[in-house]
């Protein structure tokens, strides 16, 4: 009788990790411990230490009422390094040429753990400038960015972010997201600065969902007084998200 090569190299432990794995991803919401034995046919016992190990590896969480629910983790693993490494080679001279043009800094932001992170900044071409540092992670509720994260994603996937973030939207800032998705981009008053406004505009992937976000915190300049200088930035910033949504290289 022939083997069946589908259970020939079985690897019971890995096997039982992902059945957990697999049944929280499709859950929505949080299951207790007896309620993920209880779906997988499997005894509380049995499946106590790898619910052990994937909290402590972070694939899953454990919540206050002592029941679990998935990460982001195997996202952001999906979309790691190599891939992040080229989105940023790929924005800086899209960066570079808003920073030169408008005369003002700029940066591109990712969703990564949990959060909205600046990856890639570039200063104003002048002896000042404003700038968020590479490695900030930003409100999604609160900025520029992160409001543009939420407008263009997915209801889903917009609750896992905001739990993971551990945030919570309002019903006035849930308002604000249909808006800025109709429109394109957002233009919004920082909530940290006075005097900056910040201009953000979504980088789409290729399967439609929001892979990054570029954004000037745009300030007025005394010295440069161009009529409606903070559209023509804001126009530039649009340009620049639109080129790297379509792999073009900067003008």
Known sequence: MAS????????????????IFELLAGTDGSLSQAEIAKALGRTPNEIYRMLDRLVRREYIRRTPEDRYEITLKMFELVHARPPLRRLVNQAMPLLQHVAQEAGQSCHIVVFDRNAAVVVAQVDA????????????????????????????????????????????????????????????????????????????????????????????????????????????????????AANLSKGRPAP
């Open 4 to 19: 069946d090569d589908s259970e020939r190299y079985r690897a019971p432990a890995l096997d039982k990790g992902l059945d």
């Open 125 to 240: 071409p002048s002896y000042w400038s404003l700038a968020v540092r590479v490695g900030t992670r930003l409100k999604l509720t609160s900025t520029g960015s992160g409001l543009v994260f939420l407008a263009f994603s997915s209801p889903e996937n917009r609750a896992l972010m905001l739990k993971g973030a551990g945030e919570t939207l309002t019903p006035e800032t849930e308002a604000r997201l249909e808006p800025i998705r109709n429109a394109g981009y957002t233009m919004m008053p920082s909530e940290q600065i006075a005097g900056v406004t910040n201009l953000s505009a979504p980088v789409i992937g290729p399967l439609g969902s929001v892979m990054a976000v570029v954004t000037s915190p745009y300030t007025e300049r005394l010295d440069r007084m161009i009529a409606d200088d903070r559209a023509r930035t804001l126009e530039l910033v649009r340009a620049a």
